[in-house]
């Protein structure tokens, strides 16, 4: 059978037992063959003081991902959860699957192209307990994507801190630090359009941000193209706030208003005859103008009405095709308690 990502997480199975792990590292992996065997090599090579567990999510790559990276972790020590999703859901909907099943105090999400350096993860760590906050976001000093991902990721958080009404202060990121208790409040969200940053700033305002560095991506190219950062922009203008429905009823107040102003000068004038036979083109371009603006806000209108139908007629958020456990994971009880409810 399939199981739906938000039906379960790996606390319900031991709701008693205390966290045996730091922290998680919570890896979406998408089209990552050609990174893996380095990615993990790096993860061996953490220096920390105590236990911490890895969560991969293989988020549906087309390529041979999963297989290599269960292969190369069947040689590793790595306490290492690996999950794969029957298709592709996105980067937000993976990481969301992956604080589902994390078991660690905190959950800190890198990417899984080393630009996102895993030694930094423990500074952000640190810099999160040391100043007692719920949510981190590493700031890159100098950024390494290209031009294109670039602009297209500050669209995106210029619209979020506009529309979540966040302080400038807050720097966005993928590579985040969130505490146990706050990623646990939004894996109860079932919605199938995730944006994990609005999600968070609706549980705490404890947020601050850690200069980080950002490395050149090893190898590959970022699978966020224009179709994937329009679709992330539409569920942060849809999702989080009724600002746009709000801007579309003070666009037609403003149409209102200028229409009875219009009407009113056309009756003042034909009272002194003073009324001149207007063009037929000033005519037709105020009719497309204002006919273009009436279809723009029906289809925002449509928009918000399309996602509730979707939501509600019960579009899932993930499904999960098989988990694999490695290392110090191997845990009987937990393995096949959520083995049974999530295998195809």
């Known amino acids: 059978m399939t199981s739906s990502a938000p039906s379960y997480r790996l606390s319900d199975v031991m709701m008693t037992e205390s966290s045996p792990f730091s922290f998680s590292l919570i890896v979406p992996l998408y089209r990552s063959e050609e990174t893996i065997d380095k990615l993990v090599t790096r993860l061996e090579g953490l220096d920390f003081h105590s ?123 993928s590579f985040r630090c969130v505490k146990r208790l706050v990623a646990e409040k939004i894996t109860c969200i079932n919605g199938p359009y995730v944006y994990l940053d609005g999600l968070l700033s609706q549980v705490t305002t404890r947020i601050g941000s850690l200069d980080v560095r950002h490395d050149p991506r090893d190898a590959g190219s970022s699978g966020y193209n224009l179709r994937r950062l329009v679709r992330l922009w539409l569920v942060i203008l849809t999702s989080f706030s ?20 219009s009407l009113a000068y056309i009756l003042i004038s034909s009272l002194f005859g003073r009324l001149d036979v207007a063009g037929w083109a000033s005519v037709i371009s105020s009719i497309l103008f204002f006919g273009g603006i009436q279809c723009l806000l029906l289809g925002m209108v449509g928009e918000y009405i399309g996602r509730i139908y979707l939501t509600v007629s019960g579009k899932p958020q993930a499904h999960i095709r098989n988990l694999a456990w490695y290392g110090k994971m191997k845990s009987p009880v937990k393995a096949q308690s959520l083995h049974v409810m999530s295998t195809i």
């Open 51 to 173: 236990a911490w567990q890895a969560i991969f999510i293989d988020d549906g790559s087309p390529d041979q991902s999963y297989n290599v990276l269960c292969r190369r972790l069947n040689k590793s020590p790595l306490n290492a959860v690996v999950i794969r999703h029957t298709r592709n859901f996105g980067e937000h909907q993976a990481v969301l699957t992956g604080y589902r099943h994390a078991e660690g105090e905190y959950f800190i999400n890198i990417d899984d192209d080393l630009q996102n350096p895993p030694e930094e993860a423990i500074r952000l760590l640190d810099y999160a307990k040391d100043n007692d906050l719920d949510v981190t976001y590493g700031n890159h000093i100098c950024k390494k994507h290209n031009i294109f991902r670039n602009l297209g990721s500050v669209f995106a958080k210029l619209t979020a801190r506009w529309l979540l009404d966040l302080p400038n202060s807050y720097y966005l990121s």
């Open 242 to 261: 009724l600002m746009p429905l709000r801007f579309a009823s003070l666009i037609g107040i403003g149409a209102s208003l200028i229409g009875a102003v």
